[in-house]
T-cell receptor
């Protein structure tokens, strides 16, 4: 099975900072990569699919890039409401696996 | 609006089985696959399997293949997850999640989660 590895596992940044999260697949998955945001005690929310397509209603400060094995999620200007854990997920084939998550906090 | 409402928390003993439900509203139930995803305390999200509500076809993660059964009742607009031979490590929040309208294999709406606790 393809493994998804995220880094870092956690980060602390100031409001307004640019934040980048990395996700690496153990094998190529083309652009079959999604990103989810899970706020504390809440259900996950789809942010991005097809590696770079923003889900409807998601703020434009979120962006995604990458293809093959290496992907990034970028928050261009961190806001207090972005405190959450972010997960990548590959969906090219079953099993649909998630990364280990990146916890984002405000410094 | 799309809503997925799950059944309440369960406490089970090791070796027992559990069946939880996910009632859908706000869309055509048979038009979107339904997935089940779990999250153990402090752990990553883990995909368990999915069902095509239109025909009942299922696909399961190999990890759960011999213990999980996903079914649906189209008249009740409800999907079900049954997990047997429960172990302590099955303690987790279990989510149903609707497959994305734009992209198969992504999840655009989630249930509120059902906590299953396995305890002796």
């Amino acid at each position: 099975d393809i493994q998804m590895t995220q880094s870092p596992s956690s980060l602390s940044a100031s409001v307004g900072d640019r934040v980048t999260i990395t996700c690496r697949a153990s094998q190529g998955i083309s652009n079959f990569l999604a990103w989810y945001q899970q706020k504390p005690a809440k259900v996950p929310k789809l942010l991005i699919y097809a590696a770079s397509t923003l889900q409807s209603g998601v703020p434009s400060r979120f962006s995604g890039s990458g293809s093959g094995t290496d992907f990034t999620l970028t928050i261009s200007s961190l806001q207090p409401e972005d405190v959450a854990t972010y997960y990548c997920q590959k969906y090219n084939s079953a099993p649909l696996t998630f990364g280990g998550g990146t916890k984002v906090e405000i410094k | 609006q799309v809503q997925l409402v799950q059944s309440g928390a369960e406490v089970k003993k090791p070796g027992a089985s559990v069946k939880i439900s996910c009632k859908a509203s706000g869309y055509t139930f048979t038009s979107y696959a339904m997935h089940w995803v779990r999250q153990a305390p402090g752990q990553r999200l883990e995909w368990m399997g999915w069902i095509n509500p239109a025909n009942g076809n299922t696909k399961y993660s190999q990890k759960f293949q011999d213990r999980v059964t996903i079914t649906r009742d189209t008249s009740a607009r409800t999907a079900y997850l049954q997990l047997s031979s429960l172990r302590f490590e099955d303690t987790a929040v279990y989510y149903c999640a609707r497959e994305g309208i734009a992209v198969a294999g992504t999840f655009d709406f989630w249930g509120q989660g059902t906590l299953i606790t396995v305890s002796s």
